[in-house]
């Protein structure tokens, strides 16, 4: 994300409890992830599966696609020619084959826009994203942050970050939305990399290693 430094910086001035947390999880470390139709397939690979299940049942799906003994994600085109058969074969429910498909029509049929993302507002990322069956407002939040690389998106409905939240500032109930939304307001703009610096404190209380989301 451009502008790391400067946006530490204010979040650091913004917010003494977020200050601590950044000065003891060091520097800001997020990938970019290149591949966006690759990252909203493996989305929703990931949907209601333990982390384990989910990277075993993505490996079996990238190497249907793979050439010379390497895996890889398929295009939108490639996955339509898929028969089901072979998707059930590597793990994949009927339900998320059918949300798989779906993006693959809507991307390669221009509904979903992906090259032109990047011009577009977050309100208008997520408007186009969630007419996609199977991507809801945090799948494309997520999408927003670590493939558009936006940096001031805040997704209040996210677990981790509210269970971060709650730890850090001492809270004795699990936040609302407002809170959320109250607590966040000083980070603006740069929200997205308060995020993941609450990914990364939530992480270190649970001893997982470092990784996001959540």
């Known amino acids: 994300m451009q502008n790391a430094r400067q946006a530490i910086r204010h979040l650091k001035q913004a917010d003494p409890v977020l200050r601590r947390a950044i000065e003891e999880i060091g520097p800001f470390r997020q990938e970019q992830v290149r591949n966006r139709f ?4 493996v989305a929703i690979l990931h949907q209601q599966l333990a982390t384990k299940a989910a990277q075993t049942i993505t490996a079996r799906f990238c190497r249907l696609y793979g050439q010379n003994g390497r895996a890889r994600l398929p295009t939108p085109e490639a996955l339509l020619r898929t028969s089901r058969r072979k998707l059930r074969a590597a793990g994949l429910s ?9 993006l693959s029509r809507k991307v390669a049929g221009g ?4 090259a032109r993302l990047g011009r577009m507002g977050d309100e208008e990322v997520i408007a186009a994203l969630t007419q996609v ?12 942050i670590f493939s558009l690389g936006r940096p001031d998106v805040w997704a209040v409905d996210d677990l981790g970050l509210q269970l971060a939240v709650k730890q850090l500032y001492g809270l004795r109930n699990h936040p609302s939305g407002q809170k959320m939304q109250r607590i966040a307001e000083p980070w603006r703009p740069y929200r997205s990399v308060a995020s993941w610096y609450l990914w990364q404190s939530r992480r270190r ?6 990784a996001s989301p959540g």
């Open 205 to 210: 209380i649970l001893g997982v290693p470092s």
């Open 111 to 114: 509904a979903v826009p992906l």
């Open 133 to 144: 069956k199977g991507i809801g407002r945090w799948t494309a939040e997520m999408f927003l």
């Open 94 to 102: 009927r339900q998320k084959i059918r949300y798989l498909r779906d």
């Open 38 to 41: 690759g990252a909203l397939a």
